[in-house]
């Protein structure tokens, strides 16, 4: 019912930014939250930021100060800026709308060289 879709992923040298999108196919104002999520090769997915309908926002620690994001009601988008990337920021992001419903996005892959 509910699609998102990822992108802006690519491979990025230490220290360097990047900007992921997340559009969905209806308003993003309509969830309780929407988050981005990550999973490096051999681990497990791990929450890296949510962003609630109030506008607060939950961090993860290893990218505090460096991630933020941000959403755009009008295009139904959601955005991960990521700053000073590390090569340990390397994985598959993916986009998440929560309630009404649980929805996931396919992912987009970042790569961090040293």
């Known amino acids: 019912q509910v699609q998102l879709v990822e992108s802006g992923g690519g491979l990025v040298q230490a220290g360097g930014s990047l900007r992921l999108s997340c559009v969905a196919s209806r308003s993003i104002s309509s969830f309780n939250s929407m988050g981005w999520y990550r999973q490096a090769p051999g681990k497990q997915r791990e929450a890296v930021l949510r962003?609630?309908?109030?506008?607060?926002?939950d961090y993860a620690d290893a990218v505090k100060g460096r991630f933020t994001i941000s959403r755009d009601n009008a295009k139904n988008t959601v955005y991960l800026q990521m700053n000073n990337l590390k090569p340990e920021d390397t994985g598959v992001y993916y986009c998440?709308?929560?309630?009404?419903?649980?929805?996931w996005g396919e992912g987009t892959l970042v790569t961090v060289s040293s």
């Open positions: 962003i609630y309908r109030s506008g607060s926002i």
């Open positions: 998440n709308a929560l309630w009404p419903g649980d929805y």
